[in-house]
T-cell receptor, first 111, second 115 residues
Framework: GQNIDQPTEMTATEGAIVQINCTYQTSGFNGLFWYQQHAGEAPTFLSYNVLDGLEEKGRFSSFLSRSKGYSYLLLKELQMKDSASYLCAVRDQPGNTPLVFGKGTRLSVIA | ETGVTQSPTHLIKTRGQQVTLRCSSQSGHNTVSWYQQALGQGPQFIFQYYREEENGRGNFPPRFSGLQFPNYSSELNVNALELDDSALYLC??????????????FGPGTRLTVT
């Protein structure tokens, strides 16, 4: 079966750094995505990892270890607007195929 | 460049009724995927369309059906609505020819409430 685990909720302070972890067990692996979703809105793409290592994009970084079935999203210099759900998703088949999503991590940024 | 659009934004239906949700894909994208997102959950894959043909389906019953039109827009139809069908329905489009991530771009969703 397909299983993607991430913490349900996290709280962090404005200006701080937070790491959201994701572990996955899927039948195949063809890339891992992180999406941000504000309440009642569409998920928006944050990052993509297909090879091991760190991908950095501004305040956001994402790391992948395929051998461990593990990824994390790192958010630096947290801002209040970063309060949202963060979805980890895996593409388990090659090509333009659907994504398997975790349940999401709801991040609250407090002053 | 126009993003993914969906209509309607919100919908309230009664159990047993039928509903049609609509999606216009992003310009240049010929693959459309539909997802169901229950409150507090991640999106669950319903089905995917490419060139007007269904080319992948998740674990949803046959009363969930769809169409894709020549302009790549798409419809999701749900018959015999059940209370558990209450959810946010998301449409995502992606370019078929992409040797990279085949990133999916999501629309704003349709919030369906079944009473």
């Amino acid at each position: 079966g397909q299983n993607i685990d991430q913490p349900t909720e996290m709280t962090a302070t404005e200006g701080a750094i937070v790491q959201i972890n994701c572990t996955y067990q899927t039948s195949g692996f063809n890339g891992l995505f992180w999406y941000q979703q504000h309440a009642g809105e569409a998920p928006t793409f944050l990052s993509y990892n297909v090879l091991d290592g760190l991908e950095e994009k501004g305040r956001f970084s994402s790391f992948l270890s395929r051998s461990k079935g593990y990824s994390y999203l790192l958010l630096k210099e947290l801002q209040m607007k970063d309060s949202a759900s963060y979805l980890c998703a895996v593409r388990d088949q090659p090509g333009n195929t659907p994504l398997v999503f975790g349940k999401g991590t709801r991040l609250s940024v407090i002053a | 460049e126009t993003g993914v659009t969906q209509s309607p934004t919100h919908l309230i239906k009664t159990r047993g009724q039928q509903v049609t949700l609509r999606c216009s894909s992003q310009s240049g994208h010929n693959t459309v995927s539909w997802y169901q997102q229950a409150l507090g959950q991640g999106p669950q894959f319903i089905f995917q369309y490419y060139r007007e043909e269904e080319n992948g389906r998740g674990n949803f019953p046959p009363r969930f059906s769809g169409l894709q039109f020549p302009n790549y827009s798409s419809e999701l139809n749900v018959n015999a609505l059940e209370l558990d069908d209450s959810a946010l329905y998301l449409c995502a489009s992606s370019p078929h020819r992409d040797r990279g991530s085949y990133e999916q771009y999501f629309g704003p969703g349709t919030r369906l409430t079944v009473t």
